[in-house]
């Protein structure tokens, strides 16, 4: 039993680590691309903005399998120091996610100001 606990909460930190990955190639992907897009004179605040928000929530998502994978790592782990140290690792990942999710509620919000100033600005060249 001890054995597929360890091995389904390395499944998870796996998973995690897939998440990141592919959150981290997407948003690579459309950096350069909004980068690119200089040369032709579209380039985007607004989108890299978004770039980054889109990332934001794949890096959530990743620390939180990962503190799932802590918290079943806790149920074979008893000892003081490995409860300690998971403990602590814990804490680090769940802070991290807390002001993570922060920011990009922030930007959210942010992305919809841009949202309605750019259509204000759409209909006042449209009159």
Do not use: C, H, P
Request: glycine share 4%.
């Amino acid at each position: 039993m001890k054995e597929f606990i360890e091995n389904f909460a390395f499944l998870i930190s796996m998973i995690s680590m897939l998440v990141i990955a592919y959150g981290s190639i997407l948003a690579v992907f459309s950096f350069i691309r909004n980068e690119l897009s200089r040369a032709k004179g579209k380039f985007s605040f607004v989108k890299l903005n978004s770039v980054k928000i889109d990332f934001g929530y794949y890096l959530l998502l990743g620390l939180d399998f990962l503190i799932a994978s802590d918290v079943i790592r806790t149920i074979v782990e008893n000892t003081l120091n490995d409860l300690t140290i998971l403990g602590v690792s814990v804490v680090i990942r769940t802070v991290l996610s807390y002001f993570l999710g922060r920011e990009i509620t922030e930007d959210t919000n942010l992305r919809k100001e841009y949202q309605i100033i750019a259509e204000d600005q759409d209909s006042v060249k449209r009159t």
